[in-house]
């Protein structure tokens, strides 16, 4: 069965600092990988994505995530936190032979940036 | 482009009544996927549509069902309503170009409280 575990519920770093988000996942064969911001009373936003290729994947607001098979983790970093970045951040996977577009996510981690 | 837009935004309701979300996709998108969020389970796929027919479903009963017009635009419809039922009703829509995996871009969601 397909899974994917954010293991921190909560991040809290400096801002300018850089942060780090973890994912790691399981599914059969190779997966599509993608990661989402969710902010207060919104929906979910796309930042980035692996489907095939370059390991590291650049996104949006500065954002990018390293494909990692061998530890079959996918995890988001960014160099240097903004207070902005504050938000509830969610990975998920999708097999490659799947069909459907069912994405499963993982529990969210919430990114907590201080001034 | 105007992005995924969902009616209405928030909703109360009583146990045992029903309820109609909808859901408009991205002009040109003819995928739409619903996901379920609380704070319990997360987020959770209930199906996808894809030109009118239902392509995948998730494990959830079978008073929750869904269906898919000519123009894209989708609904979703929660009978007998339960306290369980009260979350964050996602909906998600891609272009779908198969074997491409499209990403999905997600709406603002319709926040559905039970009493």
């Known amino acids: 069965a397909q899974s994917v575990a954010q293991p921190e519920d909560q991040v809290n770093v400096a801002e300018g600092n850089p942060l780090t988000v973890k994912c790691t996942y399981s599914?059969?064969?190779?997966?599509?990988l993608f990661w989402y911001v969710q902010y207060p009373n919104r929906g979910l936003q796309f930042l980035l994505k692996y489907i095939t290729g370059d390991n590291l994947v650049k996104g949006s607001y500065g954002f990018e995530a390293e494909f990692n098979k061998s530890q079959t983790s996918f995890h988001l970093k960014k160099p240097s936190a903004l207070v902005s970045d504050s938000a509830l951040y969610f990975c998920?996977?999708?097999?490659?032979?799947?069909?459907?577009?069912?994405?499963?996510f993982g529990s969210g981690t919430r990114l907590l940036v201080r001034p | 482009k105007a992005g995924v837009t969902q009616t209405p935004r928030y909703l109360i309701k009583t146990r045992g009544q029903q309820v109609t979300l909808s859901c408009s996709p991205i002009s040109g998108h003819r995928s739409v996927s619903w996901y379920q969020q609380t704070p319990g389970q997360g987020l959770q796929f209930l199906f996808e549509?894809?030109?009118?027919?239902?392509?995948n479903k998730g494990n959830f009963p079978g008073r929750f069902s869904g269906r898919q017009f000519s123009n894209s635009r989708s609904e979703m419809n929660v009978s007998t309503l339960e306290l369980g039922d009260s979350a964050l009703y996602l909906c998600?829509?891609?272009?779908?170009?198969?074997?491409?995996?499209?990403?999905?871009?997600f709406g603002p969601g319709t926040r559905l409280t039970v009493l």
């Open positions: 998600a829509s891609s272009l779908r170009t198969d074997p491409t995996y499209n990403e999905q871009f």
């Open positions: 599914v059969s064969g190779n997966p599509y």
């Open positions: 549509y894809f030109s009118e027919t239902q392509r």
């Open positions: 998920a996977v999708r097999g490659v032979m799947d069909s459907s577009y069912k994405l499963i």
